[in-house]
C-alpha cells in the first residue's frame, strides 16, 4: 500500500498512437454488447466496412453498457487500420434487468470518467468485475478458478449503496473557482459540484502528514502517512487487507517476514506483532518519504529505501518464512518474483490491485512452483472496474481455498 509515484490507481494519459488510415470516430453501429473486459468496458464487435460489402469485424471496447444489451454504439477513437476501436453505448434499445438510473448526474459518455459502472447495479458490478479476474487469471496463468467479488463495510452510513466511501479526493481547480474531473480518456476537464462516490468532508490531497487508526486483529494502530502519500480511500479497505493478509499466512512467534512494497508499514506493524520479539520483520519501499514513515509506524522492523529488486539483490538473502507483496499496479515482475522464490518462504501474500498483473504474476510462480491456494477478492471501488485481491501462493499448498 504504498505512496509510490506515479499513483497506482490513477488514470494515465492515453498514449499518442500512429494513425492507420482515416478516422473512424463518429460512427454509430446497432450491436449487441458482449462480455465483459478488463479495464471498465465490455467487448462489441462491428463490421469494418459500414456499407456492409465486407464480414470482417473490428472489436470494439465499449463503456456504459452491460452484456446482453441492444445498443446504439458510437465509436469515440480509432482509425481503420487499428487492431481495435473504443466507443460509449448512447442509446440502450434493449435495456439489461441490472440496468438503473445511474445516481451521479456526471456518469455517462462524454461525461466524468471516473465511474465505469454507476449504470449496472451493484450485485451485478461486482459480478462482472469477478468475471474480469477469473478470466484475466484463466487467460494469462492457467487456472480456471471460481471467484467472488466481495463487499465491504465501512464506517460512512451510504457504503451499502456503493456511494459516499472515498475518504480522499483530488479534484482539477479551474480558473474561475469551479472544480471538476476529467472526462475519460482526456484532459479535458467536466465542472462537477459533488462528486457522488467522495464523502462530503473527504480529504482534497496536499502537503503535511496525517494520522490514519487502523484497527488490526489484536489491537488498534495509528500510522502517519503524507497527506498527498498513498492511502486505501475505502474506510474498511485497512482493516480488511490486514485481516486477510494475516488469516491467510498465518504468522507464528520467531518467524522471519519480508513486507515488499511496504508502504508506511501497515502490514509490517501487524505482523511484528504476530512474530513478536523471537520473530524478524523486514520492510522494503520505494518511496522515501513512505519508507521514513514506516519507520516511525513499525517500531523493531527493518526498513530499507530503494528498489525491491535493488534492494533484494544486495540484501536479505537467505531463507524467510514468509513474503508480502502488495506492487503498484503493474505487478511485482519476473525479476522480484524469482528473488521472491529464492528465499524458499513457506507462504506469500500478493495483494494486488490490477487482475491482470496479479495473474501474469502467478504464472511465474508456478514456474517455480509455488502454487495460488487461496484467492479473495473486494469490491474497494464501487462504481469503478477497479478490484483488490488476496492472493496467496504456497510451495505445497492444499486445494484451493
Known amino acids: 500500500m504504498s505512496p509510490r509515484p506515479p499513483q497506482r490507481r490513477g488514470r494515465p494519459a492515453p498514449r499518442q498512437r500512429q494513425a492507420r488510415g482515416a478516422s473512424v470516430v463518429g460512427r454509430r453501429y446497432e450491436a449487441v454488447v458482449g462480455p465483459v473486459a478488463h479495464g471498465g468496458h465490455c467487448i462489441v464487435r462491428v463490421p469494418t466496412d459500414p456499407t456492409g460489402a465486407s464480414e470482417e469485424t473490428r472489436v470494439v471496447f465499449a463503456r456504459h453498457g452491460i452484456p446482453g444489451e441492444r445498443v446504439l454504439l458510437e465509436l469515440t477513437e480509432g482509425t481503420e487500420g487499428d487492431r481495435f476501436w473504443r466507443g460509449d453505448v448512447v442509446e440502450v434499445?434493449?435495456?439489461?434487468?441490472?440496468?438503473?438510473?445511474?445516481?451521479?448526474?456526471?456518469?455517462?459518455?462524454?461525461?466524468?470518467?471516473?465511474?465505469?459502472?454507476?449504470?449496472?447495479?451493484?450485485?451485478?458490478?461486482?459480478?462482472?468485475?469477478?468475471?474480469?479476474?477469473?478470466?484475466?487469471?484463466?487467460?494469462?496463468?492457467?487456472?480456471?478458478?471460481?471467484?467472488?467479488?466481495?463487499?465491504?463495510?465501512?464506517?460512512?452510513?451510504?457504503?451499502?449503496?456503493?456511494?459516499?466511501?472515498?475518504?480522499?479526493?483530488?479534484?482539477?481547480?479551474?480558473?474561475?473557482?469551479?472544480?471538476?474531473?476529467?472526462?475519460?480518456?482526456?484532459?479535458?476537464?467536466?465542472?462537477?459540484?459533488?462528486?457522488?462516490?467522495?464523502?462530503?468532508?473527504?480529504?482534497?490531497?496536499?502537503?503535511?502528514?496525517?494520522?490514519?487508526?487502523?484497527?488490526?486483529?489484536?489491537?488498534?494502530?495509528?500510522?502517519?502517512?503524507?497527506?498527498?502519500?498513498?492511502?486505501?480511500?475505502?474506510?474498511?479497505?485497512?482493516?480488511?487487507?490486514?485481516?486477510?493478509?494475516?488469516?491467510?499466512?498465518?504468522?507464528?512467534?520467531?518467524?522471519?517476514?519480508?513486507?515488499?512494497?511496504?508502504?508506511?508499514?501497515?502490514?509490517?506493524?501487524?505482523?511484528?506483532?504476530?512474530?513478536?520479539?523471537?520473530?524478524?520483520?523486514?520492510?522494503?519501499?520505494?518511496?522515501?518519504?513512505?519508507?521514513?514513515?514506516?519507520?516511525?509506524?513499525?517500531?523493531?522492523?527493518?526498513?530499507?529505501?530503494?528498489?525491491?529488486?535493488?534492494?533484494?539483490?544486495?540484501?536479505?538473502?537467505?531463507?524467510?518464512?514468509?513474503?508480502?507483496l502488495d506492487p503498484p499496479r503493474e505487478g511485482a515482475r519476473r525479476p522480484v518474483v524469482e528473488q521472491v522464490v529464492a528465499r524458499t518462504p513457506r507462504a506469500v501474500a500478493y495483494v494486488a490491485c490490477d487482475p491482470a498483473a496479479l495473474a501474469r504474476d502467478v504464472a511465474i510462480f508456478a514456474e517455480h512452483g509455488y502454487r495460488l491456494t487461496a484467492l479473495r477478492a473486494f469490491d474497494l471501488f464501487p462504481m469503478t472496474h477497479h478490484v483488490e485481491c488476496v492472493a496467496l501462493l504456497t510451495k505445497t499448498g492444499s486445494d484451493l481455498r
Open 93 to 324: 434499445l434493449e435495456a439489461s434487468p441490472d440496468r438503473v438510473v445511474p445516481p451521479c448526474p456526471f456518469a455517462g459518455p462524454g461525461r466524468c470518467g471516473g465511474c465505469d459502472f454507476q449504470h449496472v447495479d451493484l450485485g451485478r458490478q461486482r459480478a462482472l468485475k469477478a468475471e474480469v479476474v477469473a478470466e484475466q487469471l484463466r487467460r494469462l496463468a492457467g487456472l480456471d478458478l471460481p471467484v467472488t467479488v466481495e463487499a465491504v463495510e465501512g464506517d460512512l452510513p451510504e457504503q451499502l449503496a456503493g456511494l459516499r466511501w472515498r475518504t480522499r479526493q483530488q479534484y482539477v481547480r479551474l480558473p474561475d473557482g469551479r472544480r471538476g474531473l476529467r472526462k475519460h480518456r482526456s484532459r479535458e476537464v467536466v465542472v462537477v459540484d459533488d462528486c457522488r462516490i467522495a464523502h462530503p468532508d473527504a480529504r482534497e490531497p496536499g502537503p503535511g502528514t496525517v494520522t490514519e487508526q487502523v484497527v488490526g486483529p489484536t489491537s488498534t494502530q495509528s500510522f502517519e502517512v503524507a497527506a498527498d502519500g498513498f492511502w486505501q480511500v475505502h474506510p474498511g479497505a485497512p482493516r480488511v487487507l490486514v485481516d486477510t493478509v494475516l488469516g491467510l499466512l498465518q504468522p507464528q512467534p520467531g518467524e522471519s517476514v519480508l513486507d515488499l512494497y511496504a508502504g508506511v508499514g501497515l502490514f509490517a506493524r501487524f505482523l511484528g506483532e504476530a512474530v513478536g520479539e523471537t520473530g524478524r520483520v523486514a520492510a522494503i519501499e520505494g518511496d522515501p518519504t513512505a519508507a521514513g514513515h514506516a519507520e516511525t509506524n513499525c517500531p523493531g522492523a527493518e526498513v530499507t529505501a530503494g528498489g525491491v529488486d535493488e534492494v533484494l539483490a544486495a540484501t536479505y538473502d537467505g531463507a524467510w518464512d514468509l513474503v508480502v
